[in-house]
């Protein structure tokens, strides 16, 4: 469905990221996880059409989307949502909904309708007329996934969902996240939250320093040794392997 | 959406008296005074268009309503067209004069205050240009033949200008109310909240700016031809004087932007209380500025969502209040 081959993005000098090959086939939720500074949302960016790639290309069903503006992209089925939530402050959770909604639906009335069958879908139907600036963290993070969904993507770019929320929210948001997948959403997220990539994702991407370094299925990868250096540092899978022999 | 809340009710009643009032009370000053309160009124909801709903604040709106007022009266004196066909060209002029300054201001990524800057040049270059050459009138302006009779488009008295204009606005409320309702409405809104997030749901920002402009040019360019119609005169600073694009914006301002009845009664407002301080104080040259000043100073101060916030304040809460109350639990 998704696939990215060779992208690099720079930054002046800075390689934010560097010759990254992804693939994201349907039906799946693949997560793409990585340090801090990795280069996730830069890659997310690019993807999207936010950032224009300076090398690679990016294929989405077929088509070649690299270089295409966001919004084209949005209307060929894929949403991004953003790390950091960017909500209609001055609107209801259902304007804010219905603002996405109205990208196939010109009445209204139906894009109004829609955002309330999308709300429920995430939990909101209690909070629709509440104005956007008023909810909580998690709250804003469930409209940012709503008004993303009411755009009725075929592939969906979480950016860090979970980030902020206590264990309770997070068990709450895990389920919804794969019931938008059982309805034929295909996912690719990024997360720190591990419990949730674990739980979520049949596979995943470790991108560290802008390189892809490793693919695999989430229980494989923590125990690879250089995912572990990723994220500990160089010689830690070592000495962790050294303290469980001496277990 | 769609049912009038309390504070719309209040402000809605309180203009309808003040639009039947120089009907009940006749008087010379009062029925001035009210035809020129409701055609700035109608420049105020073409602003509120671009400013209000899709949050691009324009300092030049005079560009509109003058090219507007300009063409209709070229069209006019120079080639003896129709009087109605100048109006409908008077019109369309404005739109494509909006659709050009926002084509070449959002091309380039121009927001905030390099828009606003960027429209007062548009408004300024289009005075120098009108007050220099000759098919413009130069500095003398132009002045419409005089041939009374609606059939020419021109009024017999103030009652029937004032019955024309109060129309006008009406006409333009529903069209800025219809386009507030409408998807291209949503569009301009999730614009003017966040772009960025706009386009990540599919919004193309450029043309949905594009759009206001051309519409706010529409309208701000039917308040021109209608002056035109009600003075029959015009000049370079009647025109595109910066006085125009100020009253444009402080109406909506002072009013509540973005709300629907808000450029109006911020316009009404504006105009009753500086009459009232012109009579009380003297009329020095330029005095109502100060004063205009004065008000968007305290209203920015203490009333950033206008009167109509102030009007809507019971039903929606303040953000100072909405932080500190405890948030509804999922």
Same mark, same amino acid.
């Given at each position: 469905?998704?696939?990215?081959?060779?992208?690099?993005?720079?930054? %002046?000098?800075?390689?934010?990221?560097?010759?990254?090959?992804?693939?994201?086939? !349907? %039906?799946?939720?693949?997560?793409?996880? %990585?340090?801090?500074?990795?280069?996730?949302?830069?890659?997310?960016?690019?993807?999207?059409?936010?950032?224009?790639?300076?090398?690679?290309?990016?294929?989405?069903?077929? /088509?070649?989307?690299?270089?295409?503006?966001?919004?084209?992209?949005?209307?060929?089925?894929?949403?991004?949502?953003?790390?950091?939530?960017?909500?209609?402050?001055?609107?209801?959770?259902?304007?804010?909904?219905?603002?996405?909604?109205?990208?196939?639906?010109?009445?209204?009335?139906?894009?109004?309708?829609?955002?309330?069958?999308?709300a429920a879908q995430v939990g909101m139907e209690r909070m =629709?007329?509440?104005?956007?600036?008023?909810?909580?963290?998690?709250?804003?993070?469930r409209?940012? =996934?709503?008004?993303?969904?009411?755009? /009725?993507?075929?592939?969906?770019? =979480?950016? !860090?969902?979970?980030?902020?929320?206590?264990?309770?929210?997070?068990?709450e948001i895990?389920?919804t996240?794969?019931?938008?997948?059982?309805?034929?959403?295909?996912?690719?997220?990024?997360?720190?939250?591990?419990?949730?990539?674990?739980?979520?994702? /049949?596979?995943?991407?470790?991108?560290?320093?802008?390189?892809?370094?490793?693919?695999?299925?989430?229980?494989?990868?923590?125990?690879?040794?250089?995912?572990? !250096?990723?994220?500990?540092?160089? %010689?830690?899978?070592?000495?962790?392997?050294?303290?469980?022999?001496?277990? | 959406?769609?049912?009038?809340?309390?504070?719309?009710?209040?402000?809605?009643?309180?203009?309808?008296?003040?639009?039947?009032?120089?009907?009940?009370?006749?008087?010379?000053?009062?029925?001035?005074?009210?035809?020129?309160?409701?055609?700035?009124?109608?420049?105020?909801?073409?602003?509120?268009?671009?400013?209000?709903?899709?949050?691009?604040?324009?300092?030049?709106?005079?560009?509109?309503?003058?090219? #507007?007022?300009? $063409?209709?009266?070229?069209?006019?004196?120079?080639?003896?067209?129709?009087?109605?066909?100048?109006?409908?060209?008077?019109?369309?002029?404005?739109?494509?004069?909006?659709?050009?300054?926002?084509?070449?201001?959002?091309?380039?990524?121009?927001?905030?205050?390099?828009?606003?800057?960027?429209?007062?040049?548009?408004?300024? *270059?289009?005075?120098?240009?009108?007050?220099?050459?000759?098919?413009?009138?130069? #500095?003398? #302006?132009?002045?419409?033949?005089?041939?009374?009779?609606?059939?020419?488009?021109?009024?017999?008295?103030?009652?029937?200008?004032?019955?024309?204009?109060?129309?006008?606005?009406?006409?333009?409320? &529903?069209?800025?109310?219809? $386009?507030?309702?409408?998807?291209?409405?949503?569009?301009?809104?999730?614009?003017?909240?966040?772009?960025?997030?706009?386009?990540?749901?599919?919004?193309?920002?450029?043309?949905?700016?594009?759009?206001?402009?051309?519409?706010? #040019?529409?309208?701000?360019?039917?308040?021109?031809?209608?002056?035109?119609?009600?003075?029959?005169?015009?000049?370079?600073?009647?025109?595109?004087?910066?006085?125009?694009?100020?009253?444009? @914006?402080?109406?909506?301002?002072?009013?509540?932007?973005?709300?629907?009845?808000?450029?109006?009664?911020?316009? *009404?407002?504006?105009?009753?209380?500086?009459?009232? $301080?012109?009579?009380?104080?003297?009329?020095?040259?330029?005095?109502? @500025?100060?004063?205009?000043? &004065?008000?968007?100073?305290?209203?920015?101060?203490? @009333?950033?969502?206008?009167?109509?916030?102030?009007?809507?304040? @019971?039903?929606?809460?303040?953000?100072?209040?909405?932080?500190?109350?405890?948030?509804?639990?999922p």
């Amino acid at each position: 469905m998704l696939s990215v081959q060779g992208v690099t993005k720079r930054f %002046g000098g800075l390689l934010a990221v560097s010759d990254a090959t992804l693939d994201v086939a !349907e %039906g799946r939720i693949v997560a793409l996880i %990585g340090p801090n500074g990795a280069g996730k949302t830069t890659l997310f960016a690019t993807v999207a059409g936010f950032l224009k790639p300076n090398a690679g290309t990016v294929t989405f069903r077929g /088509e070649r989307i690299d270089g295409l503006p966001p919004h084209r992209i949005c209307r060929l089925g894929l949403t991004r949502t953003f790390q950091i939530v960017q909500p209609f402050a001055g609107l209801t959770v259902r304007e804010n909904i219905a603002c996405g909604a109205h990208l196939h639906h010109a009445k209204r009335r139906d894009a109004l309708d829609r955002a309330a069958v999308i709300a429920a879908q995430v939990g909101m139907e209690r909070m =629709l007329d509440q104005p956007a600036q008023d909810l909580t963290v998690a709250g804003r993070k469930r409209l940012e =996934l709503a008004r993303a969904l009411a755009t /009725e993507p075929k592939l969906l770019l =979480l950016d !860090e969902v979970m980030a902020g929320l206590i264990p309770s929210e997070v068990a709450e948001i895990i389920p919804t996240i794969r019931r938008i997948r059982d309805s034929g959403v295909t996912i690719l997220l990024i997360e720190h939250v591990m419990q949730a990539v674990m739980s979520l994702s /049949e596979e995943a991407y470790v991108l560290n320093q802008g390189r892809i370094i490793a693919h695999g299925t989430p229980a494989a990868l923590v125990r690879d040794p250089a995912v572990i !250096e990723a994220y500990l540092g160089h %010689g830690a899978a070592e000495r962790l392997h050294a303290s469980h022999a001496h277990a | 959406m769609g049912r009038l809340d309390p504070g719309g009710a209040v402000a809605a009643l309180v203009l309808a008296l003040c639009a039947v009032s120089p009907f009940v009370l006749p008087s010379d000053a009062w029925i001035g005074f009210a035809v020129n309160a409701v055609l700035i009124s109608v420049l105020a909801l073409a602003w509120n268009v671009t400013g209000g709903f899709a949050g691009q604040m324009s300092f030049g709106h005079a560009a509109l309503y003058g090219t #507007g007022a300009y $063409v209709a009266a070229m069209l006019q004196v120079r080639l003896g067209l129709n009087p109605y066909l100048a109006a409908v060209a008077g019109v369309a002029a404005g739109a494509g004069i909006g659709a050009a300054i926002g084509a070449l201001a959002f091309r380039y990524g121009l927001r905030g205050s390099y828009f606003a800057l960027v429209t007062l040049a548009f408004a300024e *270059v289009l005075r120098i240009l009108a007050s220099s050459f000759e098919i413009t009138g130069a #500095g003398s #302006g132009l002045t419409l033949p005089y041939r009374p009779g609606l059939a020419q488009f021109q009024f017999p008295d103030r009652y029937a200008a004032y019955a024309f204009v109060l129309a006008l606005c009406l006409v333009a409320l &529903a069209a800025t109310a219809a $386009v507030k309702r409408s998807r291209l409405g949503s569009n301009m809104i999730a614009v003017r909240e966040n772009e960025e997030a706009a386009a990540a749901i599919g919004i193309d920002a450029f043309r949905v700016k594009l759009l206001a402009m051309a519409i706010s #040019g529409a309208i701000a360019g039917a308040a021109g031809v209608a002056y035109l119609q009600i003075q029959l005169f015009i000049d370079a600073p009647i025109a595109y004087g910066s006085l125009i694009s100020v009253e444009a @914006l402080l109406g909506p301002i002072i009013g509540g932007a973005g709300t629907l009845l808000g450029p109006i009664l911020g316009t *009404v407002v504006l105009h009753i209380v500086g009459e009232v $301080v012109k009579t009380g104080i003297g009329g020095a040259p330029g005095l109502n @500025l100060v004063f205009y000043g &004065a008000v968007l100073l305290v209203i920015l101060r203490f @009333l950033p969502n206008g009167l109509m916030g102030l009007l809507g304040g @019971l039903r929606r809460p303040a953000r100072t209040d909405a932080a500190t109350r405890p948030a509804e639990a999922p």
